[in-house]
């Protein structure tokens, strides 16, 4: 590459990155978050900036990808309050099944149902719970979840959590958090507590 | 150390060993978890194992150590719920203030209303938000917020979060989860959006 070819690339990769802050910039763009690693904290934290976002008034949806079959304490609390849409496609699918063609019926499925709400321009924010683990898995291709990101509407911030999460997807997130178990010694003895765990 | 003497220490260690691990699997122990590390979702991964509790129909109690004086999501969304108990002392304490007497008066309250909480038996989840930054800036030290611990109510669950977290207070938790933000390019660009982040 000449000098000249070099400088021009640079410049084009300058204006990009600048046309890509500047996007972010705007307080009204919707960010994709992505909630991975081995620790607690994934879905949690997802739930929590549910709460903050309806403590501002914003409309939220959640797609839940697994534990479709639990009866999980976050479910109960969001039927009960009546202001998230929730989706759980069937029982979603589960590590136990021995059917993989209907887990990954369920899985397109809900992710049909996300992409739809993505475009629709009604939600501030949407969570899709547990979908890293449908990609894992390859009941979701990387590549239809980055194309449904790309077609949302521009203000719908979305967060994508689950252990696992596929480099691509990093690659395309505004922002990554990996939560890490730094502490779990007694990991065998400890069971999952209503509350804290489901 | 003679054979013995080694041998002695090890069955002592053992059965020690074998308390813990028995205590953490009755399941009505309230475990202590620590929220730490630079990235984000410590305080909102709190608050989704808050909804998860409320969604069992626990009782919980929030107590805010910082930004006392912040409007936020989370604070507008359970008072409007009226079903969590919630304390934030004074204005809090905060970066900003120059007051270094009244910083402390206000976290040593805050932790006062903590341990009352805690001892009282009333609650299944206590979340103690930002005091790790609490006892980073020695407005509270660990071995006070240690003993506090000790003297709740064994039911009680307590999640302690904030960056930073002592050792000591890591070496007694249960459960230590550290928050890494793995990509955060355009750190400089992102402003703090409504919802997302507080």
């Known amino acids: ?3 000249d070819d070099h400088k021009q690339k640079m410049q084009e990769r ?13 307080p009204d763009k919707g960010l994709v978050l992505v ?3 081995a620790g607690k904290g994934k879905s949690s934290s997802a739930f929590g ?10 409309k939220v949806g959640v ?3 697994i534990k479709g079959k639990w009866k999980t304490g976050e479910r109960q609390f969001f039927d009960r309050l009546g202001e998230v849409t929730w989706h759980t496609m069937g029982e979603g699918f589960t590590w136990d099944t021995q059917d993989k063609d209907r887990d990954i ?13 993505m475009e629709s321009g009604d939600y501030d924010l949407i ?10 898995y390859d009941y979701l291709s990387v590549a239809d979840v980055i194309a449904g990101l790309n077609a949302r509407d521009k203000r719908t911030g979305v967060i994508l959590t689950g252990r696992d999460a596929k480099p ?3 690659e395309y997130a505004d922002l990554v958090t990996e939560m890490t178990e730094v502490k779990h010694p007694f990991k065998a003895g400890i069971k999952a507590q209503r509350g804290v765990d489901f």
């Open 1 to 3: 590459m000449s000098d």
């Open 14 to 26: 300058q204006a990009s990155q600048r046309a890509k802050v500047a996007e972010l910039q705007d």
């Open 35 to 37: 909630h991975t690693g």
């Open 49 to 58: 900036v549910v709460v903050r976002a309806l403590g501002w008034k914003q």
């Open 63 to 65: 797609i839940q990808f």
């Open 105 to 117: 019926a369920a899985a397109q499925a809900a992710f049909a149902k996300g992409r739809e709400m």
């Open 127 to 136: 969570v899709m719970d547990e979908i890293n683990i449908a990609m894992r």
């Open 168 to 170: 691509e997807l990093c």
